[in-house]
C-alpha cells in the first residue's frame, strides 16, 4: 500500500460517501471478493447500524500494510494513472 502522488490523486478526484448500510455491505464484500474470498460472512446488529461484521477467506491485508491502509489517497491497486485501465477489481478508492 504507498500514497498516490499529488497529482495523481487530483485527477483522480478521490473521495466517496457512504449514505446506506447498504453501501456500506456492498463496499465491504466488494473488498473481500478482491482479496480472492470464497467465502463470505456477514452480520448485521441492529440492522447494521450499532455493528457491521464481514469475515471471509480472502488473503486480507499484510501486517506491514495495516498502518497506512486507511489514509487518504493510500492505495494498493494504482502506482500511476494509466494503471487504472487494466484494473481487474471491483473496487478501487485512492
Known amino acids: 500500500i504507498r500514497t498516490l502522488d499529488k497529482n495523481i ?11 446506506d448500510v447498504e453501501s456500506i455491505v ?20 441492529d440492522n447494521g ?3 457491521i461484521q ?3 477467506d480472502g ?3 499484510p501486517e506491514k500494510d495495516r498502518t497506512t491502509m486507511a489514509k487518504l489517497y493510500t492505495t494498493s491497486k494504482i502506482a500511476h494513472y494509466n494503471d487504472l485501465k487494466y484494473l481487474k477489481t471491483f473496487g478501487f478508492r485512492g
Do not use: F, M
Open 59 to 61: 488473503c486480507g491485508i
Open 26 to 45: 456492498k463496499e465491504l464484500i466488494e473488498n473481500s471478493l478482491d482479496a480472492h474470498a470464497s467465502n463470505v460472512d456477514i452480520l448485521l446488529v
Open 54 to 56: 464481514v469475515k471471509d
Open 9 to 19: 490523486a487530483q485527477r483522480l478526484h478521490t473521495g466517496q460517501v457512504i449514505v
Open 49 to 51: 447500524l450499532t455493528e
